[in-house]
């Protein structure tokens, strides 16, 4: 495969100029929710609509370009998402059919793949099953501050949570977080180091407001931890029956759902088990034969001569 590198900008400058330009005579592909508006030929990935669902985590400027991009490109270019619930969102915010958006779902297989680091258990001081993991950032619809809430006003004995992240404890100075035994800050770790965390894990806790899909419980799923999971259409979509669900917005059903794992072992061998099973739905295989079904459309001629 040759890869050609153009031009001396970036972000959307160089997006909107330079690949413009160097790709006109070219079927364009994006996976990264943007394009050039004046392209003739295009085919992009919109993976949700958080930057409309949840405003207040993105600046004034960022929400008008990608509302220019979002409007135009659902107009003009061949759009796919990553789940129903997306199409759905996608379709009421720039006011397109559902029908023209296809649906391509993301997938674990990377993660599956990934040998696991159990000795980043040892190195937090750890003890196996004896704390809940997340995986998560500061964005508001992340609903991380909600969880670390719920896990310490649960006060589950000899258990830690450990949040995963570009999140630090000086983030909760003053709140009495930070300087909480119990809660865990482990920053930026390695696949390995998390797929680590998440063998010897009770439980995976994902406790976001809004996802376009949800990757991070199948992530886990492939670990064989257990999934405590947000109550929200794209998570239902991605776990299926494979997760016990809680109301992101009430502290005392996740409290429950963490009280439950722990006190029933055979209720978290029933989610590995269907975890597994919940897998066989998605591959990165299944998501490029659906890709390349719709790149064949579009470019009959040089998919044939591939």
């Given at each position: 495969m040759e890869v050609l590198q153009t031009g001396r900008s970036n972000g959307h400058v160089w997006e909107q100029s330079v690949l413009a330009r160097a790709t006109r005579q070219d079927l364009l592909v994006g996976f990264g929710g943007s394009g050039p508006l004046l392209h003739p030929h295009q085919f992009v990935v919109?993976?949700?609509a958080t930057i409309f669902r949840h405003p207040e985590a993105f600046g004034r400027g960022y929400r008008a370009l990608h509302k220019l991009l979002g409007f135009a490109l659902t107009r003009t270019a061949r759009?796919?998402?990553?789940?129903?619930?997306?199409?759905?969102?996608?379709?009421?915010?720039f006011r397109v059919p559902a029908e023209g958006i296809a649906v391509i779902h993301n997938a674990p297989d990377h993660f599956a793949e990934t040998v696991p680091d159990g000795s980043i258990v040892d190195r937090l001081g750890l003890d196996d099953r004896g704390f809940f993991v997340l995986v998560g950032t500061l964005k508001p619809n992340k609903n991380v501050d909600f969880a670390i809430r719920a896990f310490q006003e649960s006060a589950l004995p000899g258990q830690k949570l450990v949040i995963v992240g570009g999140i630090h404890s000086h983030v909760f100075k003053g709140s009495g977080i930070?300087?909480?035994d119990n809660i865990i800050f482990a920053g930026r770790l390695s696949d390995a180091e998390v797929a680590g965390l998440e063998r010897q894990a009770i439980a995976f806790v994902f406790p976001s407001l809004y996802e376009g899909f949800g990757i991070p419980?199948?992530?886990a799923m492939t670990q064989e931890c257990p999934v405590l999971a947000a109550d929200i259409p794209a998570v239902r979509e991605a776990c299926g029956d494979a997760a016990l669900y809680f109301d992101p917005r009430d502290r005392e059903s996740l409290k429950q759902a963490m009280q439950l794992i722990l006190a029933q072992p055979e209720r978290r061998a029933t989610l590995v088990a269907a975890g597994h099973a919940n897998l066989a739905h998605f591959s990165w295989e299944k998501s490029t034969q659906a890709l390349l079904a719709i790149l064949a459309e579009m470019c009959p001629e040089r998919l044939?001569?591939?």
């Open positions: 919109i993976h949700d759009v796919a998402t990553v789940s129903e619930f997306s199409r759905r969102e996608l379709s009421a915010v930070a300087e909480a419980p199948l992530e044939a001569k591939a």
